[in-house]
């Protein structure tokens, strides 16, 4: 049978009947790449590899989760649903809100979204909302509304998102054959970290693997709430998928982190969009500002000397760059030479 997406593949491990109606759109499986070039630009001496999330139905890995969350609303008979989002959750539930046939209602934080990630909710036919505030207030008025309004929260407060989101952590161990020594990861609402350490440990205790890797979480600095130890007000960062003051799965962050021996820091903006052209430049991978952050994490921590030399390294690449098109324009340095339609300006401007 062809790939038919992850409730699916790891059925087994997730919560579903045979009798679940699956919504999906075979998001997951997406490609572990080795990076050499990148390791060699580091100055890195491990196994890196890229897992790339933009290759995801939406564009990130929101999929993972929202596959799972929209399957269970389904199941409960449910009629809407609803998130506050940075943008790609909301790319991710109008998307599969639409597929289940149930109404997607989304709220975003106004002018904080990347315009890829806006086209795709008005495609999909979401009820868009966008607020005069940052994602942490949005989070704040969708758990009011569904704990008071029968429209089921598909934030990955959702223990569903998380269920779908920890398949992340088995394909990387499928693809290597055992954990990583390393996950570095962006660290944004820290649903993602708390679903991938969830699902290593849930790989070691079937005895699929024997080991489990260090989780190191980054955030943007400007955003740095775990780092700092209290809640931002005024979250800033031009990775607006990790613009978040008030994480909402803070606490399992630090538990991951804790329970494996990791680390959670945060990286600038200006390492950010250093990784994030390195990323493209060196691997042809254009993945969005916000997922650089594992790769500037990566870099921040090697000079640190946490890394040991000759392991497996994982970075997870959250998002597509192709959603924000802007930021990639705004900062590749590239420069477009125009001519004339004539063979020989052409040649003129190649340097033939
Ligand atoms: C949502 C998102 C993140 C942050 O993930 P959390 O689970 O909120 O920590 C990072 N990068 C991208 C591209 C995202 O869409």
Known sequence: MYYQGLINKYRKYLPVTDSTEIVTLNEGNTPLIKADNLAKKIGINVNLYLKFEGCNPTGSF??????????KAKEAGANAIICASTGNTSASAAAYGAKAGIKTFVLIPDGYIALGKLSQAMMYGAEIIAIKGNFDQA???VREISSKYPVTLVNSVNPYRI???KTGAFEICDAL???PEYHFIPVGNAGNITAYWKGYK???????INNLPKMAGFEAEGSAAI??????LTPETIATAIRIGNPASWKQAEAARDESGGKIGCVTDEKIIEAYKMIASTEGILCEPASAASVAGLIQAHTAGFVQPETDVVCILTGNGLK???????YSNADVKKTSAEINDVLRVMGI
């Open 62 to 71: 929101k999929d993972r989760g929202m596959t799972m969350a929209v399957t």
């Open 139 to 141: 989070l704040d008025c």
């Open 163 to 165: 269920e779908g989101q």
């Open 177 to 179: 054959g055992k954990a």
């Open 202 to 208: 849930e790989y070691r205790e079937a005895g699929i």
């Open 227 to 232: 780092v700092r130890g209290e809640r931002i």
């Open 324 to 330: 924000d098109p802007d930021n990639a324009i705004k």
